[in-house]
């Protein structure tokens, strides 16, 4: 009588571990088709992220040649009414302590005579012009010039030239002397 109550629980736990190495082995099967979905979803997307990316660029690049052409169109008349400060160049030669000439880009820190020349080529001959333009247009000028040039950081000349350009000859005074060679 001791034998068949010791065989049931046995044959109960043989059939259970069966059931469960084939419950399993089906779950994993399963769990591979899901891996393939995923991964098949991830590259779908990585795919869909590239050709957002390289749209984003091509419409960066009509947006810079359409401003370029609004800018190579604007008539002289209406450059003329370009704004325009007061230069006073006592005022500014007492602060900074140095004769300063209207629109030289050079009292902008960073910037020295090749700079300003590379500016001058480029059309970027005023304070006003150089306050107007982003730090990737300046670094895209510099680049062109070569890698003595590019090695240069101007992102805060948009910024010093406005300054000059309003005649807040204390307040840039102030900010270069924080700066190390044009930058913060």
Known sequence: ???????????VGLI???????LGKLNSKGD???????????DACKA????????ISSLEADLAAAHAKASASIPKSFAADLPT????????????????????????????PKIE??????GIKTWYDLSQ???????????SGGENYAIHNPSTWARQ????????????????????????
């Open 1 to 11: 009588m001791n034998l068949p109550c010791i065989l049931i629980p046995i044959i």
């Open 16 to 22: 259970c571990g069966i059931l469960g190495y084939l």
């Open 32 to 42: 591979d088709s899901l891996a393939v979905s995923l991964q098949a979803d991830l």
């Open 48 to 55: 869909n992220t590239k050709n957002l990316n390289a749209k």
């Open 85 to 112: 400060a007061v230069f006073d160049s006592s005022l500014a030669a007492g602060i900074l302590g140095k004769k300063i000439k209207q629109d030289d880009l050079k009292i902008v820190e960073g910037i020295g």
């Open 117 to 122: 020349a590379l500016f001058n080529e480029a």
């Open 133 to 143: 333009s982003s730090t990737e247009k300046l670094q895209s000028i510099l680049n």
């Open 161 to 184: 030239a406005l300054l000059a350009f309003e005649g807040k000859w204390q307040e840039l005074k102030d900010w270069q002397e924080s700066l190390l060679g044009g930058k913060e």
